[in-house]
């Protein structure tokens, strides 16, 4: 059995570029997830076993990235593709106007979760997705893509016996509960998909994975927001998903443990 380069614990195997232990390899990813810089007290000569590994993340962080330990070797060939723009094209309906749809989507955004859910308030129109990036993240994508994420849900839920017999404050809880995380594995899926290198919101646009292109999106709070979410998503669901080749029968399969229907 291998020995980890960092701490020399048995249980070692090959990880961002070269031989660690389970142990070391999440405290990496977790430093590097949290861009925090750190520090040791002790003249940075601390030495790091499987006993004293948790003493000093300063050093511990810093003979990981000695013995050759990177983010960037975790990337799957398919995944590292800097998203190019594609021709964007439109959504039209002969029913409803892109005005029209923004007065939905404002009313939409007033309402209760238990109107969305009886659907007593207006419904944003089942406009076809564009999982392509054609722009930067905005705030006006953004909203059309939150309503378009509560219609997909809850369009998926009511295919469901079970869900449609609930009353109606456990179906409230089972949005309030799931509907985010529905949401954000829908993206992440279509990003690993797509093999994006930022994450597809589901409007034509894209939140991008390398951190020195976010300053182009220019809502702060979007920017703010997306940041640390788009970090964790890529590192504990997109490139886990590209490890194992997910198909479309195990993404199913995960959304109905996600709804827990």
């Not at 590097?32 to 750190?38: G, H, V």
């Not at 469901?160 to 985010?180: A, H, M, N, W, Y």
Request: net charge positive; charged share 25%.
């Amino acid at each position: 059995m291998n020995e980890c380069l960092v701490c020399s614990d048995s249980n070692a195997q090959h990880h961002y570029g070269t031989v660690c232990c389970p142990s070391c390899k999440g405290f990496f990813r977790r430093v590097y997830l949290s861009a925090k810089n750190l520090e040791c007290y002790r003249g940075n000569c601390c030495q790091i076993t499987k006993a004293s590994r948790n003493a000093c993340r300063a050093c511990r962080y810093k003979k990981c990235v000695q013995v050759g330990m990177n983010t960037k070797c975790y990337l799957r060939p398919q995944l590292m593709i800097q998203f190019r723009f594609c021709e964007s094209t439109s959504v039209s309906s002969s029913d409803v106007t892109r005005a029209d749809e923004d007065a939905l989507i404002d009313r939409m955004m007033d309402s209760t979760v238990l109107q969305l859910i009886e659907k007593t308030c207006p419904q944003c129109p089942r406009f076809t997705r564009n999982w392509k990036p054609t722009e930067f993240l905005d705030e006006y994508n953004f909203r059309r893509s939150w309503a378009r994420d509560v219609v997909h849900f809850l369009d998926w839920a009511n295919h469901f016996p079970t869900f449609r017999k609930l009353t109606s404050e456990d179906k409230v809880k089972v949005f309030i509960g799931r509907f985010t995380q529905f949401s954000l594995f829908t993206k992440c899926y279509r990003t690993y998909r797509e093999s994006c290198s930022g994450l597809l919101i589901g409007c034509g646009n894209v939140f991008p994975y390398e951190r020195d292109a976010r300053i182009k999106v220019e809502n702060e709070c979007l920017r703010k927001l997306f940041s640390r979410l788009c970090d964790a998503l890529f590192a504990e669901v997109i490139f886990p998903m590209a490890h194992v080749c997910l198909s479309d029968a195990t993404m199913f399969a995960s959304a109905m443990q996600l709804t827990c229907l």
